[in-house]
């Protein structure tokens, strides 16, 4: 949930931008490429947090319309992510990648990849999101596809048992 807020909140900041530069777009997409980065809590355990650090590389490229507004983007993001152990600092690095569709008239959403992966040595796949993810223009979930541990139930008890 915590990505698609991140996500939700890129998507109005990029129709913000893209509304305001106006006549500026030509009719071919424009491509841009940025980082972000930051800590989000993926979980609670009991006696600890399973924190996420990440960086996430994004390249978006603007489609606009035969007016030279702009009407959706397609987004490619990469997370670096480090999930660990908010007492002990132990934890594992994993790479996701998820690709987005926002429509900038809209705010809806269409988005596939691996949200989530991390696999622990020994143990296997311990928390994976992964699949479709469809929202509305209010950021309502209106079709999910794969596994939704993170997404769609928050079932992280496997995650929290590999970090005790």
Known sequence: MKRIIMLSTLAAAMALMLALAGSA??????????????TDVLANCGGFQV????????????????????DYARVHFTFHDFFYN???????????TVNVVFDLQSSATEGS????????????????DAGRLETDEAGEIVFAAGPKQVHLGEDTDKLCEALA
């Open 25 to 38: 777009f030509a009719a071919k997409p424009e491509t841009e490429t940025f980082q972000e980065e930051g």
């Open 51 to 70: 924190l996420d650090k990440f960086v996430v590389d994004v390249r978006q490229t603007t489609f606009v319309d035969s007016a030279g507004n702009p």
């Open 86 to 96: 908010s007492n002990t600092g132990e934890g594992f690095a994993e790479t996701n």
């Open 113 to 128: 990849g691996l949200s989530y992966h991390v696999t622990v040595p020994g143990e296997g796949v311990v928390l994976l």
